[in-house]
């Protein structure tokens, strides 16, 4: 693994939003990283972060709020090599790319590009060997950077537990309802009118989301391309009256039979590759199985090791596919900002960055 | 169709609880019914109904709680040979087999005798020819009442639409994932403390019921029993921070292959049988289409002709199964105390229930 | 009191938002008013209202919405001339006076002209004689029409019971804390993640409308103005996670003394003018003091007789001011839509309006 | 100040209840404490702590529950010389003495002993000489240990900002409206039922403590007794759906006249004793005016210092007494268990405790 040996200078794009906001709080104070520009919306830009900012999160802004001026995205982003996209989908579709062509390392938290062909969709655990598709974006792009991309919060809730299920036993078919948090839906995000007192059984695009980016996740990677996992996905997704934590129950058709011991195991004991245990986003269990019969429940277990565990509660045999479960996930951290950051460590630890004192400029390995 | 002549004495059993007050709520006010007697508690039994009672329900309590005194299960009930039993499972398991065999007619919500082979488990619109078992129920047991029940209410959320699906296509299988009220867990219930900005995941003995109540209520009638319709159910229940409505979320494989369309126009067009409508508290539309991509919302359609139509929504094309959608129930009144209270009317109707001014013996037509 | 012979026609201004909603649905089913135009932004003109607007209201759109087609509020309404103004304070502020002066009755709920000195700021059971002050507007504005405006929601709380207390007692000073409800935000209005499992300690604007429009309403009136009472009053308001209702908290300062017996009798029968008893939405008690020591609470009981009676409780003395005691109001009901229609139904008994089949003409009594 | 040489051995007394969670959670990580028993109930003596509590509290059980059996409160409590109460009151009322009696120091966060005359109602920032009192306790009760309380978690918000004016400029009157948290209940506590889209106005005995404690915190020590400060105080309290963190909105009337300036300044400036700054629990500041004009929020800022800090804002003029403000507590740290141990860590400090391996045994300075 390869330490850096200076901080190194990053940027977030759309800082001011709630996912930007969750970007700034763990960057103000990470161990490798040092945000050196921030950028936001028309109305904001020119102004100091600390007066352009709503912030949302609980506790104080970060000090360093007072001494950034949000920029434009098109701007030379203090010379920062990597930045952290947290971009409204449509502009990161044009901004992302930019970005890239001009050398940046783009760590985006968008869904603009993650089902782009030669653009990994990535969690280190999960599916390291993505990362390797870079180099085919980069030299068929023409592009100095590269574009990594983190997926959807509630296709992190559910990622962790196929993982382990595919690596076993195979997985043929997932049926999954999610109860989300509204913090997902960004902020303002959803009316109080909407959600005291009720649930919304519609979250535009999510389904189609969550349908389609576990097969991309799960799927093999050659050098130029990732061939989708074979899996069948059916999801319906809800918005819940809880601040924080998206839930999800589903059931699991498997590829070989298998016992609701072996299931359990499976579960258990799965811990992901060992190279990204190190790095400091990482928690020391990315997954983990929670016996008690009524957890995991968002508000007792979505801060688990800071929000970066997903974790996994109530296997049962399932009476229509083979077994059903329920797992949680902090949206925002681990299913968002946490992931982004966790990739952009992965990245430098590869060797995909190369940290210099004037920005780093991106090293093919 | 059969209508009284004079109001009918009714008894209400657990009237302090909270589907005994629905109960007390609807029955204070109703065209065929007069409550006379209601039980309680140890604790409250001499005292007046007004004050015994913690009335929790919107609005002022009926002014008959003034001028009732709380009674033991085992009293004469004023005579009342109908009774609507809110009685806790364990307690209606003993208390409504001795008011049946004493010549009471027993309307229950409580789910001690739902399953058992001679007790019909009724939604007129549903399964009214299960009616018929209680004849066989009443001569085998020597009873010159009956017991007849109400099913659970996330149950009653389900049963329509698989109704009109059965009845078009058939239905092979369904996987169900249920957000629910807290109302549905009584009063006090559910602690604030276990609800505010969090998700249950478990409900104790909530799975079991809509795993098994539906295959009942679908099944074919012979003369003394009901035999289980052949359907796989899988369900994962949850409580959500929503006073009242529970919201399902459900997929099915169909007996018969159907495309999208026609599946919705069974949806649409199924009313249930022309015998029931008439009924005091028969809504015109026992299940109701909504064409809105983000409809049913419990705070929204929950009190849909006053709680009595069961709305269904965002039906689509189930990559896993054949096709999934969502449907709502209020489940304090459909789905607990109106329509246990249907259930009584529908027997008046039929004939079960001889109006007499001591107190209706049960008839046999 | 005058009765229409034929049902008047209204126009419903800012009728998209949730208060116009609130308007639409109660005017859609009224004995005397008949909408024949409703209007709103930009970006809804020309479309029919039941594409235009988001229906957030519990139950269905009502089918007058398929007949409407949004309109300028510079439009000839339909020929109406009673209109409902729900518009936003900044749009009011020109729009209601060029109606007024086009011949057009104005019942506001915006807060643009209610402390002007020639417009009543009017609630028919409190000062019914305010409405007098119409004749001196319109003489010295040259208006063939009229603004008459109701009050803030949170005013709409305290006034009754303020009111009942000063007709026996004077009221010296006013101490109140409110805990307010998410729909007097309007819509989108306040984000979920703002206040979800928390309060909002801050409602711009709101503190000095529960400051001086008390003591507007409770003003002697004049035939050119309104004498505002001395009394000195402290509000702190807040947002609390609650759909529906505004609960204040108060302590008064009596103008003279009395016992805790005096105080409650005077509150316990106050009643109002009987002139106002029989219009259509007038409710049979408009204020009711509710005994029990835990009410009134916004949940239980603000849909008291539909939502037009204030509740009053808790009344005990105060170690600092004289008396301290709670009330509620449903804020989009009697605090808004319902409270604006009263005063149109009273403008009509009192002979302030023509009907005509062309629309009325208002007259002067 | 005295600083332990070896962890004290405690005990926590209804370890299993809402606030016995809380110090069990605080106290399995301490460095001055070690937990070696705790009590409960009938229901639970003689089971494994971790079978016998149901954790509430967000984050898993510390695994120290493994190692603990729930004792009856008249054990030794494995030697524990000083012991944290989170008994319920009627059960404090006689345990603490007998414990007293016994020589053990109990740091009560019950209510039962708060108001005795010769019992200390203790903040270490707000009242430090009133613990001498506890030497005319033991001499008149022969106890070889004591009784310390720490008060109610809404006294607590409120007596912050009242101590800050008190010795700038005296307080004569405080009108004080509560908005508080639902965990400040207990567990199970506030049904769902009862809170969910509402708000409770009413909390049993919460007003009588919020107008008698602060007088007493704030009153003048002499050696046998405590005169209390002559402030009049009108409260009015609520619980509001929110999981932690009690708002409070209040006017004062000063002593002695003071302008905005004077008393911002005096709110901004107050620091507490600096004997009390650096025990363990104690946060760099206790109290502090946020200038936003929207601030404090319960879910914003309840966890400011680890919960320690208590919040105030909103400071402006009062038309009706001198000065109105809000300020805000977390209501099961700062307002129960963190003041609780916080009280215990400056009795250590001060040598009214003799740390041994056996126990520690009281001592008077």
């Known amino acids: 693994m390869i330490q850096p040996t200076h901080k190194i200078r990053v940027a977030i ?23 050196v520009a921030v950028t936001g919306s028309d109305r904001s830009i020119g102004r100091r972060f600390s007066d352009a900012v709503n912030w949302i999160l609980p506790g104080q802004l970060p000090d360093l709020a007072e001494r ?20 409204p989908s449509r502009v990161a579709a044009e901004a992302e790319p930019r970005l890239a062509s001009r050398g940046v390392v783009v760590c985006s938290n968008a869904s603009a590009h993650r089902m782009d062909d030669d653009v990994p969709l990535l969690i280190p655990e999960i599916n390291p060997d993505h990362l390797a598709l870079v180099r085919h974006q980069r030299r068929a792009r023409g592009w100095g950077g590269m574009i990594v991309t983190s997926p959807n919060c509630a296709t992190t ?24 948090a509204i913090s997902g839906a960004g902020y303002p995000g959803v009316p109080a009118a909407d959600i005291l007192d009720n649930v919304l059984p519609h979250i535009p695009g999510e389904e189609e989301k969550l349908e389609t980016e576990p097969v991309k996740l ?8 990732i061939k989708p996992a074979p899996i069948a996905i059916s999801a319906q997704t809800h918005r819940v009256p809880v601040t924080d934590g998206h839930l999800l129950a589903f059931s699991v058709r498997l590829g070989t039979s298998a016992s609701l011991e072996e299931v359990e195991e499976a579960l258990h004991n799965w811990r992901g590759p060992s190279a990204v245990a190190d790095l400091p986003s990482a928690p020391s269990m990315p997954m983990e199985y929670l016996a008690d019969p ?17 974790s996994v509660g109530r296997l ?30 992965f990245l430098v630890a590869q060797g995909y960055l190369e940290p210099t004192t004037t920005g780093p400029v991106a090293s093919a390995p």
Chains 1, 2, 3, 4 share one sequence.
């Open 13 to 35: 794009l759309g800082a001011t939003g709630a996912v930007g906001q969750r970007f700034f709080s763990l960057l103000s104070d990470h161990p490798w990283f040092e945000v």
């Open 294 to 310: 009524d957890r995991p429940q968002p508000r007792l277990d979505r801060n688990l090791r800071a929000g970066m565990t997903v």
């Open 157 to 180: 809730g559910l990622i962790f537990p196929l993982k382990a299920l595919q690596q076993s036993f195979g997985v043929a078919a997932v049926h999954v309802v999610t109860m989300q």
């Open 218 to 225: 799960l799927g093999a990677a050659s050098e130029q391309e």
């Open 316 to 345: 049962r045999p399932c009476p229509v596919l083979d077994f059903r479960m329920i797992s949680l996930v902090h949206n925002t951290l681990r299913g968002a900002a946490s992931g982004a950051i966790l990739n952009a460590e």
């Open 68 to 87: 950034l001026t949000v920029q434009p995205n098109e701007s030379d982003l203090g010379g920062a090599g990597l930045v952290f996209s947290a971009l």
